[in-house]
């Protein structure tokens, strides 16, 4: 028999308050590094949990159209030799189908990404990373559009049309940083949006197009041009308070004047929020800027306020790529300290995106070549090894949340299941000594350990009345002292290459969480009362 009960007859501290939706957007899109990477069995076995332990909905990836898939060939390929030329190119897709049909089989989507360019259409080649990504302009538009018409109706042939009008198509990633991600003009960024968005609903008129995928807000005019301008920034970088500083999001008002003045199609707005970043000094070197912890809530509340003000006022607001920090060698990514931040992001923006994607789901990932060493301050949720980080625990607490909140508080959110009736909880202790500051960024894991001193402890007690007598309800703990699998592993003396001993003590360690269960007594009220240490993320859920 359920123990669940209306959201009605449940008082919370004394009050009957009605319930709010509460949208997990943290489960709607997570990101990895390529697509070419979804092809190995560890990075699949990763992404199977983070679909049924995490709830992943969606997945975003580079490199679709990269050579190491193999969609755009240009010769039948050499071995030993040059490839004989084809008098036409040919497009193959049997490396692209085996990732999005092990996607679709795994209970998710894609959120595609639309790039990078092959190396026979670029202008460009090798500009990026270790596997040389080209990342240019077209040399002919039209081929583009060609190889962009042309994977969407087999995708449609293949998988249906009703399927492919529940993905997301993104024009590109990160256009802005010049010459990295993309080595032409602004201008040139938008006639590829254009052209792009337009062959989208050519296949389709109800398939959403959007982007422009930019990085990060800034507070300065750097980006007004049609290149980066490093000039502007040398106040950025001087600056004594950079939260005192007006920051806007890059290219996306002009991208909706572009769209509008030209009607062309824009479904969706996207850009990235990292709130950590650079700017360059007048003597040219970079100073990291570090935001306030709040700053991704206000980046989203500026967007959405734009959007409703501009000539696309339904259109959706998915962020593709957020963290801590912009790092693939940021050590903060590994802590408990990462875990209580990107909790109480999460609960703080929950009403005002339709997605934030969590760069990225698993370590494997390999812009800068394969990480050293088992904790390197990967983006992931797990390590290569798959050994849990204390962020993975985050966000499985996060997806056992219901869907409607009957209570908030700036620890925490109590919710309900509408379809079971079901509760549960996360609360979390940031502490009240970090007062407006981030986490900010660290190349070592030793230099993120200071902030294990910083506090207090922090008490979280409330009642909730109107559950039957009898009633489970499971406690789980994340804090230093349980499932704190990058400070074992820093007592271990850090080892660079695990054995297998060593391996299966971390998972144990990653997984060793406090655990307690509460009882709701004959009175039918709930009294929970949890001592959480600075950093802890915890999470109540009654069974079914």
């Known amino acids: 028999m359920s123990s669940a009960l209306p959201a009605a007859s449940v008082r919370i501290d004394g009050e009957s308050r009605p319930p709010s939706p509460l949208r997990h957007i943290w489960t709607e899109c997570v990101g990895a590094g390529r697509a070419n990477e979804a092809l190995r069995a560890d990075w699949q076995q990763h992404f199977r949990e983070a679909v049924t332990v995490l709830g992943a909905r969606q997945v975003r990836f580079h490199g679709l159209f990269h050579d190491d898939m193999f969609v755009h060939r240009a010769s039948d390929g050499g071995g030993f030799g040059p490839g004989t030329p084809l008098d036409e190119p040919v497009l193959t897709?049997?490396?692209?189908?085996?990732?999005?049909?092990?996607?679709?089989?795994?209970?998710?989507?894609?959120?595609?990404?639309?790039?990078?360019?092959?190396?026979?259409?670029?202008?460009?080649?090798?500009?990026?990373?270790?596997?040389?990504?080209?990342?240019?302009?077209?040399?002919?538009?039209?081929?583009?559009?060609?190889?962009?018409?042309?994977?969407?109706?087999?995708?449609?042939?293949?998988?249906?049309?009703?399927?492919?009008?529940?993905?997301?198509?993104?024009?590109?990633?990160?256009?802005?940083?010049?010459?990295?991600?993309?080595?032409?003009?602004?201008?040139?960024?938008?006639?590829?949006?254009?052209?792009?968005?337009?062959?989208?609903?050519?296949?389709?008129?109800?398939?959403?197009?959007?982007?422009?995928?930019?990085?990060?807000?800034?507070?300065?005019?750097?980006?007004?041009?049609?290149?980066?301008?490093?000039?502007?920034?040398?106040?950025?970088?001087?600056?004594?308070?950079?939260?005192?500083?007006?920051?806007?999001?890059?290219?996306?008002?002009?991208?909706?004047?572009?769209?509008?003045?030209?009607?062309?199609?824009?479904?969706?707005?996207?850009?990235?929020?990292?709130?950590?970043?650079?700017?360059?000094?007048?003597?040219?070197?970079?100073?990291?800027?570090?935001?306030?912890?709040?700053?991704?809530?206000?980046?989203?509340?500026?967007?959405?306020?734009?959007?409703?003000?501009?000539?696309?006022?339904?259109?959706?607001?998915?962020?593709?790529?957020?963290?801590?920090?912009?790092?693939?060698?940021?050590?903060?990514?590994?802590?408990?300290?990462?875990?209580?931040?990107?909790?109480?992001?999460?609960?703080?923006?929950?009403?005002?995106?339709?997605?934030?994607?969590?760069?990225?789901?698993?370590?494997v990932f390999e812009e800068g070549g394969a990480g050293i060493g088992p904790f390197h301050g990967g983006f992931g949720l797990v390590n290569e090894q798959g050994i849990h980080k204390p962020t993975f625990h985050a966000f499985e607490m996060l997806h056992r949340l219901g869907d409607e909140t009957l209570l908030s508080t700036p620890h925490g959110v109590i919710t309900r299941d509408s379809a079971t009736g079901l509760l549960s909880a996360v609360f979390l202790n940031y502490p009240e000594e970090m007062g407006r500051r981030g986490i900010g960024s660290e190349t070592a894991y030793e230099a993120t350990r200071h902030l294990a001193a910083m506090g207090p402890a922090r008490r979280i007690r409330h009642t909730v009345e109107g559950l039957a007598p009898g009633t489970e309800l499971s406690v789980r703990v994340v804090d230093w002292d349980h499932g704190n699998v990058a400070e074992r592993w820093h007592q271990m003396g850090q080892p660079l290459n695990l054995t297998r001993d060593q391996a299966d003590e971390l998972r144990r360690h990653a997984d060793d969480l406090r655990v307690e269960t509460l009882v709701v007594p004959v009175t039918g009220v709930l009294e929970i009362d949890l001592e959480l240490a600075p950093w802890a993320v915890a999470s109540v859920t009654q069974a079914p």
């Open 93 to 363: 897709f049997s490396y692209v189908d085996k990732v999005f049909d092990f996607i679709l089989e795994s209970g998710a989507r894609p959120f595609v990404e639309l790039g990078f360019m092959p190396r026979d259409l670029a202008t460009q080649t090798e500009t990026l990373f270790w596997w040389k990504a080209h990342c240019s302009p077209p040399k002919d538009m039209a081929r583009w559009v060609e190889l962009v018409t042309a994977t969407l109706r087999h995708w449609v042939e293949r998988y249906g049309l009703a399927e492919v009008r529940q993905w997301r198509f993104e024009v590109w990633n990160e256009p802005n940083l010049v010459p990295h991600f993309w080595t032409g003009t602004r201008t040139e960024y938008f006639e590829l949006y254009e052209a792009t968005a337009r062959a989208v609903k050519a296949v389709d008129p109800e398939l959403k197009v959007g982007g422009p995928s930019t990085s990060v807000f800034v507070p300065d005019a750097r980006y007004a041009g049609e290149y980066e301008d490093r000039s502007v920034e040398h106040a950025t970088a001087e600056a004594e308070d950079v939260d005192a500083l007006d920051w806007r999001p890059v290219w996306i008002e002009e991208l909706i004047e572009w769209c509008a003045s030209r009607e062309a199609p824009l479904d969706f707005l996207s850009t990235h929020l990292y709130p950590t970043d650079v700017a360059f000094g007048a003597d040219g070197e970079a100073r990291h800027i570090r935001r306030h912890v709040d700053a991704t809530h206000d980046d989203l509340v500026a967007l959405r306020k734009l959007i409703a003000a501009s000539p696309f006022p339904d259109a959706e607001l998915h962020i593709t790529e957020w963290s801590s920090s912009p790092s693939s060698r940021d050590a903060m990514h590994d802590t408990v300290f990462a875990a209580a931040y990107i909790t109480r992001a999460y609960l703080r923006c929950a009403e005002v995106a339709d997605s934030i994607s969590y760069w990225t789901f698993t370590d």
